[in-house]
């Protein structure tokens, strides 16, 4: 089983930053790969990062299209913690922010991010 929780969401301008912090626990194996998922309610789903570990045990990221040059995710080993840092915040990056490990079996209770 694995554990966690999203912090350091709230109201921003558009142009501004904001950075997520999700703090992992649990079962290690379910925790090597952990991504960042949106949700607009009622409309859609997104990915929006994701950070494994490759065989030689480096991180891995991916970053989806529509936030690429503006988000980066990272890990934090010995905080036990996945940072999503976003900049140049837009209005359409308004949605829930939601920490998910272990594929999407595990979900973090979400933040909610606004942008005005």
């Known amino acids: 089983h694995v554990q966690l929780v999203e912090s350091g969401g709230g109201l921003v301008q558009a142009g501004g930053s904001l950075t997520l912090s999700c703090a992992v626990s649990g079962d290690s194996g379910g925790q090597s790969c952990v991504a960042w998922f949106r949700e607009v309610p009622g409309l859609r789903r997104d990915g929006v990062a994701a950070?494994?570990?490759?065989?030689?045990?480096?991180?891995?990221?991916y970053i989806g299209q529509f936030v690429k040059g503006r988000f980066t995710i990272s890990r934090d080993n010995a905080k036990d913690t996945v940072v999503l840092q976003m900049n140049s915040l837009k209005s359409e990056d308004t949605a829930l922010y939601y920490c998910?490990?272990?594929?999407?079996?595990?979900w973090g209770q979400g933040t909610q991010v606004t942008v005005s």
């Open positions: 950070i494994g570990t490759d065989v030689r045990g480096a991180d891995t990221t």
């Open positions: 998910v490990a272990d594929g999407t079996n595990y």
